[in-house]
Each structure stands twice: as structure tokens, then as C-alpha cells.
């Protein structure tokens, strides 16, 4: 079977639509400023655009980290929480590196967040991002199953 076998509605992918949104504003502040600047300029203005658009979110929330069961004084700080679904990390690069997904990811599983959103506003030309998912947090019993297509016959 090929993937064209299978319609796989936008629902499949989690918070499709939020991660629509929140892109939007990143791309509109791209548009804005351009590439280059430093990160917190780019933070402050994404954080003025998602309020602009009603978006809701949270910045510089700390992730508390534990020890076998002791909470460690060093913790973590995502840039934003969007729609208190998505993790957001913010960076002013020529160009992103495993080592940042990496950290995305750390977020995500501390904070137990699903979808996380790496966004380098650092090129000139056009944001670079990446969109992860981490399965073990996603509740696929709210979500229709994929569902093969009808061949079309032809008469």
C-alpha cells in the first residue's frame, strides 16, 4: 500500500488548526522585522502578534524537573505555551540543528505536551520550522481511525 491509499483527514494530525495558527503569526512577524534580529526581539513580537490575533499562550513558564522524586532546583523554560497544547522554541539561527529538537523534545516530555513547534526566525528569506509530535501524549481514542479508499470503477 501506498500513503495516496489512505485519506487521512486533517483531524489525525493534533491541534492541526492551532499549529496553523500560531505559524501564521510567526510568519507575519517574519514579514514584519525580516530575519536576523536577536531572539527576545522575535519573542516579543510573536507574543504581541498572538495576543493581536486572540490567541491564547504563556511565556517563560518553568518546567519543573524531579530526581527520583525530588524536585531539582534547575528547571527548564520554554519560550511560549500556546493554547496550553503546544510548546514553542524560539531561535535567531542561520540555520537549526538536531541539538535544538532535541531540547524541543525535553520540553515536551517534562511538560507532557504533545505537539512543539521550533521556529527560527534567523533566515533571511523565510522562517525555518519544525513541527513535532510525541505519540505517548496524544489521546488517539478521540480521533477517527484511518480508513482505506474506495477504488473507483470504471463502467
Known amino acids: 500500500m501506498k500513503p495516496e491509499d489512505f485519506d487521512i483527514p486533517e483531524c489525525r494530525v493534533p491541534f492541526a488548526q492551532e499549529g496553523y495558527d500560531l505559524m501564521g503569526g510567526a510568519f507575519e ?3 514584519e522585522v525580516g530575519g536576523g534580529l536577536l531572539e527576545d ?3 516579543e513580537c510573536l507574543e504581541n502578534e498572538l495576543e493581536r490575533r486572540s490567541i491564547p499562550f ?3 513558564q518553568e518546567i ?3 530526581y527520583k522524586g525530588r524536585e531539582l ?3 527548564y523554560v520554554p519560550d511560549l ?10 531561535k535567531s539561527l542561520s540555520a537549526l540543528a538536531s541539538d535544538h529538537q532535541g531540547q524541543l523534545m525535553n520540553y515536551m516530555r517534562l511538560s507532557r505536551k504533545p505537539v512543539g513547534y521550533l521556529i527560527n526566525f534567523g533566515p533571511a528569506k523565510e522562517v525555518e520550522w ?7 501524549f496524544v489521546d488517539l481514542s478521540k480521533r477517527k481511525p484511518i480508513q482505506p479508499r ?3 470503477r470504471r463502467a
Open 130 to 136: 519544525r513541527r513535532l509530535v510525541l505519540s505517548e
Open 41 to 43: 526581539i522575535y519573542q
Open 58 to 60: 504563556v511565556a517563560k
Open 150 to 152: 474506495q477504488e473507483r
Open 73 to 75: 532546583r534547575k528547571r
Open 29 to 31: 512577524v517574519h514579514r
Open 64 to 66: 519543573a524537573v524531579f
Open 81 to 90: 505555551y500556546v493554547y496550553n497544547t503546544i510548546v514553542v522554541e524560539l
